[in-house]
């Protein structure tokens, strides 16, 4: 059980940010339907607003990715060696 520990860890962490990824994107089409239109176009508020929506949308895309990658490596790890 020890020597699985660190494959545990690294399982709960991709998993909770594959879900941080999906949450941040869900996040941010809310934030653009209800918080964007709010603000003019071009001033200050709006520019801060449309860089947080931006930061989301890259942690989100980074973290599916991550999740992708892992699934891929697992995959992998899995199949039998070729003879």
Known sequence: MIERLPI????????????????????????????????????REYESRYRIASCLTLIGVLMLVLLIWFIIAIVLRTLPAPP
């Open 8 to 43: 545990i860890i690294l399982c709960i962490t991709v998993l909770l940010a594959a879900f941080l990824g999906i949450l941040s994107i869900f996040f941010l089409a809310r934030f653009s339907n209800t918080v964007l239109p709010k603000a003019p176009p071009g001033s």
